[in-house]
């Protein structure tokens, strides 16, 4: 296992936008600005000139004037909120007098409630290594300031997940219920305010009825319901029915001879599967290399989850992670993932003799199948309609949406 070092505190990695946001907040530029907007407006020496007009001229260079800081600090911290973390760090870095400013307008409070709603959202639809864990302490540290909780569990916004889909308007939680990460689901629950449920119940029931839009490499989607299941189900059916055919005419002739024949069908179909698994969330990656395996077969009610997307590279004999750049280019390509009887799911390469182990990959993957399939039942038929009975049970007889 490779050893950690403690590696001495770096300075903000200084960026072309950094640069950007301290040019603007200086005094000359801002003075500079000024002078510009006021030569525009005023008037030229053809144009008569008057006390009139030099009132007029005044108060639209007074209009024009430029000054960062004048902006509300709620829209000075929304405009910062669309920078990435490291340029707005190393801008703050650059220029401490307009770190000042900004903080003395309210910017910065606006700003890190912004950041924290969408570093929750992230935990939620994104980051694989223990997010469940981090998005709760998420919720603990915010428990004194209700409307923040209230934000991340319920606002809406655009959210986009680790597979690459992007939902304009969904709630974090929203997407826990789309996504059916159940366990998830029902912790944040646990921090939901009467008014959060009431939110959460008007937008899982609109989600259950009428689905929601969103884009997936370049294609937009309408009216989905949950993620589905069916096309990495469809995959793992295709490969299996084909591969027991394989077999019984490598029963009657030469076995390597038949697998020449079906090597680019039956490698199409495996190839397939990996092609679904890279599209899942990231909850059902997890379920695959969490270290409980799929034989005997889970209930997926069990209150913990280990929370991680690494896996077993058997090729190399080293860990990957699951939404790696490496192996997320990889799925469907040349690799797909089997869990079966091992507590980690491990990466099946095509390898020039993989044939020679078809046999035991199609029973692992078999495993899988059964498994996957149990998860969607219990994730997509079973969960949805517990949880509206459940958020309409704290709604204390509201109406229902249509």
Not at 306 to 311: D, L, Y
Request: hydrophobic residues 40%; aromatic residues 10%; contains cysteine.
């Amino acid at each position: 296992m490779a050893k950690r070092t403690q590696q001495p505190p770096e300075q903000p990695n200084i960026t072309i936008w950094s640069w950007l946001l301290r040019l603007l907040s200086t005094n000359f530029l801002v003075t500079w600005l000024s002078a510009l907007f006021s030569s525009w407006f005023a008037p030229t020496p053809s144009q008569p000139s008057s006390d009139s007009t030099d009132e007029h001229s005044k108060a639209i260079a007074l209009h024009h004037r430029i000054s960062p800081v004048q902006l509300p600090g709620n829209l000075m911290g929304e405009i910062l909120s669309y920078l990435i973390p490291r340029d707005i760090k190393s801008a703050l870095f650059l220029n401490r007098s307009f770190y000042k400013e900004l903080n003395a307008s309210g910017a910065l409070t606006f700003l890190k409630a912004k950041m924290q709603f969408k570093r929750f959202c992230a935990l939620i639809a994104i980051e694989g290594e223990g997010n469940q864990n981090k998005a709760e302490a998420m919720l603990k540290a915010s428990i004194k300031e209700p409307e923040l909780v209230l934000a991340m569990l319920t606002e809406r916004t655009t959210i986009q997940d680790a597979a690459g889909r992007t939902f304009q308007d969904m709630s974090a939680y929203g997407y826990a219920f789309w996504s059916g990460d159940t366990r998830m689901r029902r912790m944040m629950e646990q921090y939901m305010s009467e008014e959060a449920k009431n939110q959460a119940y008007e937008e899982c029931y609109q989600i259950e009825n009428k689905g929601v839009d969103f884009t997936f490499r370049g294609e937009k989607n309408t009216g989905s319901t949950h993620f589905d299941f069916q096309p990495l189900l469809n995959a793992y059916i295709d490969y299996l029915t084909a591969e027991a055919q394989v077999n019984e005419a490598a029963a009657q002739v030469n076995e390597a001879a038949i697998y020449t024949e079906f090597n680019r069908a039956i490698i199409e179909l495996w190839l397939n599967i990996g092609k679904e698994q890279a599209k899942v969330p990231t909850h059902v990656a997890q379920e695959y290399c969490s270290n409980q395996p799929f034989e005997p077969q889970p209930t997926f009610e069990e209150p913990d989850l280990k929370r991680t997307v690494i896996f077993y590279d058997r090729l190399i004999h080293d860990e990957k992670s699951w939404w790696g750049a490496d192996l997320h280019s990889e799925l469907g390509s040349s690799v797909a993932i089997s869990k079966g009887e091992n507590k980690k799911g491990q990466a099946i390469k095509m390898h020039q003799n993989w044939y020679q182990h078809r046999t035991e990959i199609a029973r692992q993957f078999a495993i899988d199948a059964r498994a996957i399939e149990a998860l969607y039942q219990a994730r997509i038929v079973n969960d949805p309609k517990k949880t509206l009975t459940d958020l309409r049970q704290e709604e204390h007889g509201a109406r229902l949406i249509c």
